[in-house]
């Protein structure tokens, strides 16, 4: 099989494009991405399409994120985390374990968050990082960020150890730096962990460093098909006369769908008779009267054809 995604755990050091180069290399496969990106500093979970599944990693980075790390208090850095350098250190004081941990509640639900400036985000058509390592600091607009868990799981001196569970889009720099700061002395993150992407845990995540030939066994033992790695969106079966159809790029309308009920979503992987991935569809409304049924009040159009 060589059109698969694949669950890695990712060295710390390493960049995710250092991973998909690695990974480039050991499979011999040049068509190679990766969801979601993890610093350097950061290790873990790093979800990777190779081949033709590059085409389903969009569809992947809303999968919920979770995290084990810890946050160093009194010390604030440029780039929220404990490679920058210290702009503002801060006294410690007396922190109640208590407090800080009905604190970290008060983050969960949707929140605005301002992107850090060392990270992978083009504005103007530039990366972030690039400009920060120029010495240019620009405004960034926030953005909508879920946080579903943050736990405080203990503290040790000046270390704070905690646990996040977020959706797409969370910078847990970010967080770390704006709950120091409500906390009083500031924090930045001294280890973060990714213990899972969705269902793809620690258990499933392989590690790409060591001898070429076993990794890439390794690999293919830990290959998922695309379809199965589509299998958070619901399924809409097509009549078999739609799916060359489809995959010629046709928009199927209600009676290409064999399923005869249409489950709760906004999006769903649309199959063929022997289940077999044919695409990518999302619900679209349908302008018109507001008293009609409910297929005639929406349809459903192509995301991507797989």
């Known amino acids: 099989m060589i059109d698969y995604i694949l669950a890695v755990n990712k060295e710390v050091g390493w960049t995710s494009h250092d991973v998909v180069q690695r990974l480039r290399r050991v499979l011999g496969i040049r068509e190679i991405g990766h969801a979601g990106s993890l610093d350097p500093f950061a290790t873990g979970v790093l979800i990777c399409g190779i081949g033709r599944a590059t085409k389903v990693l969009p569809f992947m980075v809303d999968l919920r ?16 985390d404990v490679t920058g ?11 109640d374990l208590a407090q800080a941990r009905d604190l970290a509640r008060t983050f969960i639900g949707l929140q605005e968050q301002i992107p850090p400036m060392l990270s992978a985000l083009r504005q103007n058509g530039k990366r972030l990082y690039d400009l920060a390592r120029k010495g240019i600091e620009v405004d960034r607009m ?39 700061a409500a906390l009083g002395p500031g924090a930045s993150v ?43 969106l ?43 991935l044919v695409a990518v569809a ?15 009040s929406w349809e459903l159009r192509l995301d991507r054809v797989l």
């Not at 994120?65 to 929220?80: H, N």
């Not at 350098?85 to 922190?95: A, K, T, Y």
């Not at 009676?255 to 008779?273: K, M, Q, Y």
């Open 142 to 180: 926030p953005r909508t960020v879920e946080i579903h868990t943050f736990e405080i799981l203990g503290l040790s001196g000046d270390l704070l150890e905690f646990r996040v569970i977020c959706g797409r889009g969370t910078y847990i720099r970010t967080l770390a730096a704006d709950y120091g």
């Open 85 to 95: 350098h210290v702009v503002q250190e801060r006294p410690l004081g007396s922190i």
């Open 282 to 296: 999302s619900l679209e409304p349908v302008p018109g009267l507001a008293d009609r049924a409910w297929k005639e």
């Open 234 to 276: 619901p399924a809409l079966t097509l009549r078999s006369e739609w799916v060359r159809r489809v995959r010629h790029g046709a928009q199927p309308p209600w009676r290409a769908i064999a399923t005869e009920t249409v489950p709760e979503g906004r999006r769903f992987r649309l199959v063929g008779p022997e289940n077999g």
């Open 190 to 232: 001294e280890r973060l962990h990714r213990r899972a992407v969705g269902s793809y845990d620690d258990t499933r995540a392989v590690s790409i460093d060591g001898d070429p030939e076993a990794v890439r066994q390794a690999c293919e033992r830990a290959s998922v098909p695309m379809a199965a790695a589509l299998a958070h």
């Open 65 to 80: 994120k979770d995290y084990a790390g810890a946050m160093r208090l009194g010390k604030v850095t440029d780039s929220g």
